[in-house]
């Protein structure tokens, strides 16, 4: 469960708080006060990417704040728990240089400065890839009916190839193939 987030100039958000509780948590503002940026805060926190800037239609330096002044530096910072255990994601942006990102288990490093040591960390202590948190937590903006679009057939491969169901195949196909032996 994500329990906060900290934004520091990123996007619209010079320096905001958010403290989540169990259940629904509901983001309620006007257009334009960033709602969606903390959706890709919540993502970029974790997985070092949003789809946005996967794709490339936003580029790290648009996720710097420019108004009222241009910063050099973003940090976002995603706190969550899983299994009892206390888990803070730290990622800092840079106009220039190399970003960093830590993660920490009790106030611990485990992983990191590397970001992507602190991805691959992350998705292992979640059990939850990019890939499945985009498909199946994150819904970005205008893509909530992703999965209604496609087709029924389409739609189980998308489900298969997210939940990684090929290795429940490769298992049975290897036990029929030392049962026939």
């Known amino acids: 469960m994500i329990d906060s987030l900290v934004l520091e100039n990123w996007k619209t958000h010079k320096r905001s708080e958010f403290k ?3 259940g629904t948590n509901v983001l309620v503002g006007v257009i334009g006060s960033g709602k969606s940026s903390v ?5 970029y926190g974790l997985y070092g990417t949003f789809p946005a800037l996967k794709s490339s239609r936003v580029n790290s330096t648009d996720l710097l704040t420019r108004k009222p002044s241009t910063e050099d530096m973003a940090k976002i910072e995603v706190c969550f728990s899983k299994n009892n255990k206390k888990y803070r994601v730290e990622r800092i942006l ?6 960093e990102g830590r993660l920490y288990l009790n106030d611990i490093l485990i992983a990191g400065p ?14 939850v890839s990019y890939e499945l948190f985009v498909r199946g937590v994150y819904s970005e903006q205008n893509h909530v009916d992703y999965f209604l679009k496609l087709n029924p057939s389409e739609r189980k491969k998308k ?3 997210l ?5 429940y195949e490769t298992v049975r196909g290897n036990t029929n193939s030392i049962l026939n032996h």
């Open 94 to 99: 840079k106009r220039t240089g190399i970003n």
């Open 159 to 161: 489900l298969d190839e």
């Open 114 to 127: 590397k970001p992507t040591q602190t991805t691959e960390r992350v998705e292992l202590e979640l059990g």
């Open 20 to 22: 989540f509780r169990k």
């Open 163 to 167: 939940l990684d169901l090929q290795k």
């Open 39 to 43: 959706l890709d805060g919540i993502c």
